[in-house]
Protein backbone atom coordinates (compact mmCIF):
# COMPACT_ATOMS: atom_id res chain seq x y z
CA UNK A 1 0.00 0.00 0.00
CA UNK A 2 2.83 2.45 0.75
CA UNK A 3 4.30 1.84 -2.39
CA UNK A 4 1.14 2.42 -4.19
CA UNK A 5 0.39 5.81 -2.30
CA UNK A 6 4.23 7.20 -3.24
CA UNK A 7 3.58 6.20 -6.99
CA UNK A 8 0.01 7.90 -6.77
CA UNK A 9 1.22 10.99 -5.36
CA UNK A 10 4.11 10.89 -7.69
CA UNK A 11 1.77 11.20 -10.62
CA UNK A 12 -0.32 13.60 -8.72
CA UNK A 13 2.12 15.86 -8.27
CA UNK A 14 2.48 16.59 -12.11
CA UNK A 15 -1.07 16.35 -12.65
CA UNK A 16 -1.64 19.59 -14.22
CA UNK A 17 1.13 18.76 -16.87
CA UNK A 18 -0.77 15.61 -17.85
CA UNK A 19 -2.34 15.33 -21.57
CA UNK A 20 -5.18 13.09 -21.53
CA UNK A 21 -6.39 10.47 -24.30
CA UNK A 22 -9.55 8.90 -25.13
CA UNK A 23 -10.50 6.50 -28.03
CA UNK A 24 -13.61 7.12 -29.60
CA UNK A 25 -14.43 5.21 -32.58
CA UNK A 26 -10.73 4.05 -33.39
CA UNK A 27 -9.62 7.93 -33.17
CA UNK A 28 -7.77 9.46 -30.13
CA UNK A 29 -9.45 13.01 -28.53
CA UNK A 30 -6.74 14.96 -26.27
CA UNK A 31 -7.23 17.07 -23.45
CA UNK A 32 -5.54 19.32 -20.84
CA UNK A 33 -6.45 20.68 -17.79
CA UNK A 34 -5.33 23.68 -16.33
CA UNK A 35 -6.74 26.10 -13.21
CA UNK A 36 -7.86 29.21 -15.01
CA UNK A 37 -10.44 29.19 -17.39
CA UNK A 38 -9.60 29.99 -20.56
CA UNK A 39 -10.21 28.64 -23.93
CA UNK A 40 -13.17 27.98 -26.35
CA UNK A 41 -12.46 24.62 -28.08
CA UNK A 42 -13.98 21.83 -25.91
CA UNK A 43 -12.63 18.64 -26.60
CA UNK A 44 -14.12 16.24 -28.97
CA UNK A 45 -15.15 13.64 -25.92
CA UNK A 46 -17.08 16.28 -24.39
CA UNK A 47 -19.16 17.28 -27.44
CA UNK A 48 -20.28 13.80 -28.76
CA UNK A 49 -23.35 13.55 -26.84
CA UNK A 50 -25.82 15.11 -24.99
CA UNK A 51 -24.17 14.10 -21.50
CA UNK A 52 -24.09 15.80 -18.16
CA UNK A 53 -21.51 13.65 -16.39
CA UNK A 54 -17.97 11.96 -17.30
CA UNK A 55 -15.38 9.80 -14.95
CA UNK A 56 -12.08 8.82 -15.77
CA UNK A 57 -10.62 5.75 -13.74
CA UNK A 58 -6.95 5.25 -14.52
CA UNK A 59 -4.80 3.05 -12.95
CA UNK A 60 -1.17 3.77 -11.18
CA UNK A 61 0.52 1.46 -9.26
CA UNK A 62 4.61 0.50 -8.86
CA UNK A 63 3.94 -2.94 -8.96
CA UNK A 64 3.87 -3.12 -12.55
CA UNK A 65 2.17 -6.47 -12.52
CA UNK A 66 -0.71 -5.81 -10.23
CA UNK A 67 -1.13 -2.76 -12.41
CA UNK A 68 -1.52 -4.90 -15.64
CA UNK A 69 -3.41 -7.54 -14.40
CA UNK A 70 -5.95 -4.80 -12.58
CA UNK A 71 -6.12 -3.15 -15.90
CA UNK A 72 -6.97 -6.12 -17.96
CA UNK A 73 -10.07 -7.23 -15.38
CA UNK A 74 -10.84 -3.36 -15.00
CA UNK A 75 -13.46 -2.96 -18.17
CA UNK A 76 -15.34 -6.20 -17.17
CA UNK A 77 -15.47 -4.68 -13.73
CA UNK A 78 -17.34 -1.58 -14.67
CA UNK A 79 -19.12 -3.00 -17.13
CA UNK A 80 -20.98 -5.66 -14.74
CA UNK A 81 -21.21 -2.88 -12.15
CA UNK A 82 -22.40 0.58 -14.04
CA UNK A 83 -25.85 0.59 -14.72
CA UNK A 84 -27.13 0.04 -17.65
CA UNK A 85 -26.71 3.26 -20.73
CA UNK A 86 -23.20 3.90 -19.42
CA UNK A 87 -20.61 4.03 -21.94
CA UNK A 88 -16.72 2.96 -21.63
CA UNK A 89 -14.13 4.17 -23.67
CA UNK A 90 -10.20 3.13 -23.47
CA UNK A 91 -8.16 6.10 -22.15
CA UNK A 92 -4.51 7.16 -21.06
CA UNK A 93 -2.55 10.08 -19.63
CA UNK A 94 0.94 11.12 -20.37
CA UNK A 95 3.53 13.29 -19.49
CA UNK A 96 4.74 14.55 -23.17
CA UNK A 97 7.68 13.08 -24.12
CA UNK A 98 8.55 11.36 -21.22
CA UNK A 99 8.88 7.43 -21.04
CA UNK A 100 7.43 5.43 -18.84
CA UNK A 101 5.26 7.92 -17.83
CA UNK A 102 1.45 6.56 -19.75
CA UNK A 103 -1.23 5.41 -17.68
CA UNK A 104 -4.07 3.38 -18.91
CA UNK A 105 -7.85 3.24 -17.70
CA UNK A 106 -11.35 4.11 -19.07
CA UNK A 107 -13.52 7.10 -19.71
CA UNK A 108 -17.15 6.56 -18.38
CA UNK A 109 -20.47 8.11 -19.75
CA UNK A 110 -22.68 7.94 -16.75
CA UNK A 111 -26.05 8.35 -16.59
CA UNK A 112 -27.14 11.60 -15.45
CA UNK A 113 -30.19 10.48 -13.80
CA UNK A 114 -28.75 10.11 -10.37
CA UNK A 115 -25.12 11.49 -10.67
CA UNK A 116 -25.11 10.22 -6.73
CA UNK A 117 -25.35 6.66 -7.66
CA UNK A 118 -22.38 6.72 -9.58
CA UNK A 119 -20.27 8.53 -7.75
CA UNK A 120 -21.11 5.83 -4.77
CA UNK A 121 -20.67 3.23 -7.21
CA UNK A 122 -17.12 4.04 -8.51
CA UNK A 123 -16.10 4.72 -4.68
CA UNK A 124 -17.04 1.35 -3.73
CA UNK A 125 -15.84 -0.04 -6.89
CA UNK A 126 -12.52 0.93 -6.65
CA UNK A 127 -11.72 1.11 -3.00
CA UNK A 128 -8.47 -0.15 -2.53
CA UNK A 129 -7.79 -0.59 -5.94
CA UNK A 130 -4.83 1.29 -7.34
CA UNK A 131 -6.76 3.79 -9.29
CA UNK A 132 -7.07 7.48 -9.89
CA UNK A 133 -10.46 8.40 -10.44
CA UNK A 134 -11.95 11.43 -11.88
CA UNK A 135 -15.36 13.10 -12.45
CA UNK A 136 -16.36 15.82 -14.79
CA UNK A 137 -19.03 18.15 -14.22
CA UNK A 138 -20.22 20.95 -16.90
CA UNK A 139 -20.34 24.37 -15.92
CA UNK A 140 -23.50 26.26 -16.24
CA UNK A 141 -22.51 27.79 -18.88
CA UNK A 142 -22.58 24.77 -21.05
CA UNK A 143 -19.97 25.17 -22.97
CA UNK A 144 -17.06 24.27 -20.32
CA UNK A 145 -16.21 21.58 -18.22
CA UNK A 146 -14.39 20.95 -14.88
CA UNK A 147 -12.03 17.62 -13.73
CA UNK A 148 -12.29 16.75 -9.89
CA UNK A 149 -9.42 14.37 -8.74
CA UNK A 150 -10.68 12.59 -6.00
CA UNK A 151 -8.22 11.42 -3.45
CA UNK A 152 -7.35 7.74 -2.57
CA UNK A 153 -10.94 6.48 -3.85
CA UNK A 154 -13.01 9.24 -1.99
CA UNK A 155 -15.48 11.59 -3.65
CA UNK A 156 -14.16 14.34 -2.01
CA UNK A 157 -11.95 16.59 -5.24
CA UNK A 158 -8.11 17.61 -4.03
CA UNK A 159 -8.75 20.64 -6.31
CA UNK A 160 -10.49 21.28 -9.74
CA UNK A 161 -9.16 22.09 -12.99
CA UNK A 162 -10.91 23.22 -16.25
CA UNK A 163 -10.74 21.16 -19.19
CA UNK A 164 -9.49 22.67 -22.25
CA UNK A 165 -8.25 21.16 -25.72
CA UNK A 166 -5.17 19.81 -26.34
CA UNK A 167 -3.61 19.12 -30.06
CA UNK A 168 -2.31 15.33 -30.51
CA UNK A 169 0.98 15.00 -29.14
CA UNK A 170 4.33 14.58 -32.38
CA UNK A 171 4.90 11.28 -30.84
CA UNK A 172 2.19 9.06 -30.14
CA UNK A 173 1.69 8.57 -26.27
CA UNK A 174 1.70 4.18 -26.47
CA UNK A 175 5.74 5.09 -27.80
CA UNK A 176 6.27 6.16 -24.02
CA UNK A 177 5.91 2.65 -22.43
CA UNK A 178 7.12 0.32 -24.96
CA UNK A 179 10.87 -0.51 -23.68
CA UNK A 180 10.78 -3.58 -21.92
CA UNK A 181 7.00 -3.72 -21.54
CA UNK A 182 5.60 -4.30 -25.13
CA UNK A 183 8.87 -4.79 -26.78
CA UNK A 184 11.56 -6.18 -24.45
CA UNK A 185 15.58 -5.07 -25.45
CA UNK A 186 17.54 -7.28 -22.77
CA UNK A 187 17.42 -11.05 -21.75
CA UNK A 188 17.25 -10.03 -18.09
CA UNK A 189 14.24 -7.29 -18.52
CA UNK A 190 12.34 -10.20 -19.88
CA UNK A 191 13.49 -12.94 -16.82
CA UNK A 192 12.81 -10.35 -13.95
CA UNK A 193 9.35 -9.78 -15.26
CA UNK A 194 8.63 -14.15 -15.40
CA UNK A 195 10.35 -14.13 -12.11
CA UNK A 196 8.24 -11.50 -10.70
CA UNK A 197 5.22 -13.85 -12.28
CA UNK A 198 6.23 -16.92 -10.88
CA UNK A 199 4.05 -16.11 -7.84
CA UNK A 200 1.02 -15.82 -9.79
CA UNK A 201 1.58 -18.00 -12.84
CA UNK A 202 2.97 -21.86 -11.77
CA UNK A 203 3.86 -22.04 -15.79
CA UNK A 204 6.49 -19.37 -15.06
CA UNK A 205 8.81 -21.16 -13.11
CA UNK A 206 8.51 -23.97 -15.59
CA UNK A 207 9.64 -21.69 -18.33
CA UNK A 208 12.30 -20.33 -16.10
CA UNK A 209 13.75 -23.46 -15.89
CA UNK A 210 14.48 -23.71 -20.07
CA UNK A 211 16.42 -19.94 -20.31
CA UNK A 212 19.96 -20.80 -21.09
CA UNK A 213 22.31 -19.21 -17.93
CA UNK A 214 22.55 -15.96 -19.63
CA UNK A 215 22.35 -14.37 -23.26
CA UNK A 216 24.84 -15.04 -25.55
CA UNK A 217 27.17 -12.05 -26.61
CA UNK A 218 26.39 -9.98 -29.60
CA UNK A 219 27.95 -10.82 -32.67
CA UNK A 220 28.37 -13.06 -36.03
CA UNK A 221 27.95 -17.02 -35.42
CA UNK A 222 30.75 -19.54 -37.10
CA UNK A 223 27.97 -20.56 -39.94
CA UNK A 224 25.38 -17.88 -42.01
CA UNK A 225 22.37 -18.08 -39.74
CA UNK A 226 19.29 -17.02 -42.16
CA UNK A 227 15.95 -16.10 -40.59
CA UNK A 228 12.75 -16.45 -42.83
CA UNK A 229 9.95 -13.36 -41.47
CA UNK A 230 6.50 -13.33 -42.84
CA UNK A 231 3.10 -13.47 -41.74
CA UNK A 232 0.93 -16.99 -41.56
CA UNK A 233 0.41 -18.64 -44.89
CA UNK A 234 3.01 -16.54 -47.24
CA UNK A 235 5.11 -19.91 -47.44
CA UNK A 236 7.32 -19.54 -44.69
CA UNK A 237 7.06 -23.61 -44.04
CA UNK A 238 7.55 -24.35 -47.52
CA UNK A 239 10.56 -22.24 -47.84
CA UNK A 240 12.52 -22.89 -44.94
CA UNK A 241 11.94 -26.90 -45.21
CA UNK A 242 13.04 -26.53 -49.17
CA UNK A 243 16.27 -24.78 -47.77
CA UNK A 244 17.30 -27.14 -44.84
CA UNK A 245 17.19 -29.80 -47.96
CA UNK A 246 19.03 -27.46 -50.55
CA UNK A 247 21.54 -26.11 -47.64
CA UNK A 248 21.90 -29.28 -45.30
CA UNK A 249 21.24 -26.69 -42.65
CA UNK A 250 19.89 -27.26 -39.16
CA UNK A 251 16.07 -25.95 -39.42
CA UNK A 252 14.79 -24.24 -35.88
CA UNK A 253 12.01 -22.21 -34.67
CA UNK A 254 11.04 -19.50 -32.74
CA UNK A 255 8.64 -19.35 -30.17
CA UNK A 256 10.63 -23.38 -29.53
CA UNK A 257 8.98 -26.43 -29.30
CA UNK A 258 10.27 -26.64 -25.81
CA UNK A 259 7.63 -23.41 -25.22
CA UNK A 260 4.41 -24.91 -26.54
CA UNK A 261 2.90 -26.51 -23.86
CA UNK A 262 2.86 -22.99 -22.30
CA UNK A 263 1.84 -20.94 -25.12
CA UNK A 264 -1.70 -21.07 -24.27
CA UNK A 265 -1.57 -19.83 -20.90
CA UNK A 266 0.72 -17.05 -21.10
CA UNK A 267 -1.21 -16.15 -24.45
CA UNK A 268 -4.11 -14.78 -21.76
CA UNK A 269 -1.93 -12.78 -19.83
CA UNK A 270 -1.55 -9.15 -20.18
CA UNK A 271 0.75 -7.83 -22.69
CA UNK A 272 3.66 -7.24 -20.14
CA UNK A 273 3.63 -10.65 -19.35
CA UNK A 274 2.99 -12.45 -22.71
CA UNK A 275 5.92 -10.40 -24.52
CA UNK A 276 7.89 -11.17 -21.59
CA UNK A 277 7.46 -14.79 -22.46
CA UNK A 278 7.81 -14.56 -26.27
CA UNK A 279 11.21 -12.67 -25.97
CA UNK A 280 12.40 -14.88 -24.13
CA UNK A 281 11.67 -17.65 -26.55
CA UNK A 282 13.98 -15.46 -28.71
CA UNK A 283 16.78 -16.03 -26.15
CA UNK A 284 16.28 -19.82 -26.13
CA UNK A 285 15.91 -20.42 -29.76
CA UNK A 286 19.19 -18.13 -30.05
CA UNK A 287 21.37 -20.30 -27.50
CA UNK A 288 19.99 -23.46 -29.93
CA UNK A 289 21.06 -21.35 -33.22
CA UNK A 290 24.79 -20.64 -31.78
CA UNK A 291 24.98 -24.19 -31.11
CA UNK A 292 23.89 -25.43 -34.34
CA UNK A 293 25.93 -22.57 -36.45
CA UNK A 294 29.10 -23.98 -34.86
CA UNK A 295 28.40 -26.77 -37.10
CA UNK A 296 26.96 -25.54 -40.15
CA UNK A 297 24.46 -22.97 -41.25
CA UNK A 298 21.16 -22.81 -39.91
CA UNK A 299 17.47 -21.49 -40.74
CA UNK A 300 15.40 -20.43 -38.34
CA UNK A 301 11.37 -19.82 -39.06
CA UNK A 302 10.38 -16.33 -37.38
CA UNK A 303 12.53 -14.53 -34.71
CA UNK A 304 12.99 -11.55 -32.94
CA UNK A 305 11.28 -9.09 -36.23
CA UNK A 306 8.06 -10.95 -35.52
CA UNK A 307 8.08 -10.72 -31.44
CA UNK A 308 8.70 -6.80 -31.80
CA UNK A 309 6.60 -6.04 -35.45
CA UNK A 310 3.14 -7.29 -33.78
CA UNK A 311 3.94 -6.31 -30.45
CA UNK A 312 4.70 -2.58 -31.91
CA UNK A 313 1.70 -2.62 -33.96
CA UNK A 314 -0.73 -4.05 -31.29
CA UNK A 315 0.50 -0.90 -28.94
CA UNK A 316 0.35 1.35 -31.08
CA UNK A 317 -3.32 2.00 -31.86
CA UNK A 318 -5.31 4.29 -34.71
CA UNK A 319 -2.89 5.06 -37.91
CA UNK A 320 -0.13 3.76 -39.50
CA UNK A 321 1.40 6.84 -39.37
CA UNK A 322 1.14 6.46 -35.31
CA UNK A 323 4.13 4.46 -35.49
CA UNK A 324 7.49 5.17 -34.22
CA UNK A 325 9.55 6.85 -37.07
CA UNK A 326 12.02 5.29 -39.14
CA UNK A 327 15.37 5.39 -37.35
CA UNK A 328 13.24 5.16 -33.61
CA UNK A 329 15.02 2.73 -30.98
CA UNK A 330 12.16 1.21 -30.22
CA UNK A 331 13.23 -0.24 -33.52
CA UNK A 332 16.90 -1.44 -32.74
CA UNK A 333 18.00 -4.62 -32.56
CA UNK A 334 18.56 -5.87 -28.33
CA UNK A 335 22.68 -5.84 -28.24
CA UNK A 336 22.65 -8.96 -26.42
CA UNK A 337 20.85 -11.23 -28.48
CA UNK A 338 22.47 -13.23 -31.33
CA UNK A 339 22.70 -11.06 -34.96
CA UNK A 340 21.36 -13.55 -37.96
CA UNK A 341 23.28 -12.82 -41.38
CA UNK A 342 20.21 -12.50 -43.18
CA UNK A 343 16.92 -11.95 -42.90
CA UNK A 344 14.57 -12.61 -45.82
CA UNK A 345 10.73 -11.15 -45.08
CA UNK A 346 7.87 -12.66 -47.63
CA UNK A 347 5.38 -10.70 -48.61
CA UNK A 348 2.18 -11.63 -50.26
CA UNK A 349 -1.24 -10.24 -51.73
CA UNK A 350 -3.51 -9.86 -48.59
CA UNK A 351 -6.55 -11.73 -50.85
CA UNK A 352 -4.15 -14.68 -52.30
CA UNK A 353 -2.99 -15.24 -48.25
CA UNK A 354 -6.59 -15.40 -46.70
CA UNK A 355 -7.12 -17.69 -49.58
CA UNK A 356 -3.96 -19.76 -48.88
CA UNK A 357 -4.93 -19.71 -45.16
CA UNK A 358 -9.18 -21.03 -45.71
CA UNK A 359 -7.65 -23.60 -48.36
CA UNK A 360 -5.06 -24.53 -45.47
CA UNK A 361 -7.30 -24.44 -42.36
CA UNK A 362 -5.58 -23.27 -40.03
CA UNK A 363 -6.35 -22.47 -36.31
CA UNK A 364 -5.56 -19.16 -36.28
CA UNK A 365 -3.96 -17.01 -33.35
CA UNK A 366 -5.97 -14.08 -31.57
CA UNK A 367 -3.27 -11.68 -33.91
CA UNK A 368 -3.71 -13.58 -36.88
CA UNK A 369 -7.90 -13.55 -36.67
CA UNK A 370 -6.96 -9.15 -36.28
CA UNK A 371 -4.71 -9.51 -39.47
CA UNK A 372 -8.02 -10.60 -41.50
CA UNK A 373 -10.19 -8.86 -39.98
CA UNK A 374 -8.47 -5.15 -40.08
CA UNK A 375 -5.93 -4.14 -42.65
CA UNK A 376 -4.73 -1.27 -41.07
CA UNK A 377 -3.14 -3.56 -38.17
CA UNK A 378 -1.32 -5.54 -41.23
CA UNK A 379 0.08 -2.93 -42.78
CA UNK A 380 1.29 -1.58 -39.11
CA UNK A 381 2.77 -5.06 -38.45
CA UNK A 382 4.83 -5.09 -42.32
CA UNK A 383 5.91 -1.23 -41.91
CA UNK A 384 7.18 -2.63 -38.41
CA UNK A 385 8.48 -5.26 -39.69
CA UNK A 386 10.64 -2.95 -42.67
CA UNK A 387 12.07 -0.38 -39.96
CA UNK A 388 13.91 -2.70 -38.01
CA UNK A 389 17.66 -2.48 -37.87
CA UNK A 390 20.41 -4.44 -37.39
CA UNK A 391 19.76 -6.59 -39.19
CA UNK A 392 17.30 -5.25 -41.72
CA UNK A 393 14.53 -7.41 -43.38
CA UNK A 394 15.29 -8.42 -47.33
CA UNK A 395 11.66 -8.41 -48.82
CA UNK A 396 11.00 -10.84 -51.35
CA UNK A 397 7.82 -11.44 -52.51
CA UNK A 398 5.86 -15.05 -52.17
CA UNK A 399 3.46 -15.17 -55.05
CA UNK A 400 5.42 -16.74 -57.65
CA UNK A 401 5.21 -20.75 -57.13
CA UNK A 402 7.33 -22.10 -54.81
CA UNK A 403 10.05 -22.90 -56.62
CA UNK A 404 10.87 -19.86 -57.65
CA UNK A 405 10.74 -17.88 -54.33
CA UNK A 406 13.12 -20.87 -53.90
CA UNK A 407 15.87 -20.17 -56.40
CA UNK A 408 15.13 -16.41 -55.33
CA UNK A 409 15.88 -16.49 -51.62
CA UNK A 410 18.93 -19.10 -52.93
CA UNK A 411 20.18 -15.90 -54.98
CA UNK A 412 20.76 -13.88 -51.86
CA UNK A 413 21.82 -15.89 -49.71
CA UNK A 414 24.92 -16.55 -52.36
CA UNK A 415 25.46 -13.03 -52.54
CA UNK A 416 24.84 -11.89 -49.11
CA UNK A 417 26.12 -15.08 -46.75
CA UNK A 418 28.55 -16.87 -49.80
CA UNK A 419 26.98 -20.35 -49.34
Known amino acids: M ?7 MSVVSQWSSRIFSVELDGAESYFAIQETRKGDVLPEAFRRANWDRFYSVLVSCSDRLRQVKFHADLEEKLLKALPAGCAVDPMSSFLPGTRGSLI ?3 FLKASSEDPSFSDRLLRDLIKDDPVLVCSYVKCEDGGTWTQNLWPDGHSEMIKKFYVVHSEAPKVHPSTLNIINSDVF ?5 AREVLKESSDIIPEAASVLELLPSRAGPRGRPDFPVIVIEGLDATGKTTLTESLKGALGAALLRSPPQCLSPFRERFDQEP ?13 ITADQVSQEASKGPVIVDRFWHSTAAYAIATAVGGPVCNLPDEGSELYRWPSDL ?3 TLVVLLTLDPEERKRRLRDRGLIKTEE ?3 LDHNQLFRLKVEQAYRRIVGPVCVTVDASPSADQVLREVQLLIKTKCHL
Not at 2 to 8: G, H, I, P, S, V
Not at 185 to 189: K, R, V
Request: glycine letters at 6%.
Open 2 to 8: QLMARRT
Open 104 to 106: RGY
Open 185 to 189: YSFEE
Open 271 to 283: PLIRRAFYALGNY
Open 338 to 340: LEP
Open 368 to 370: EQK
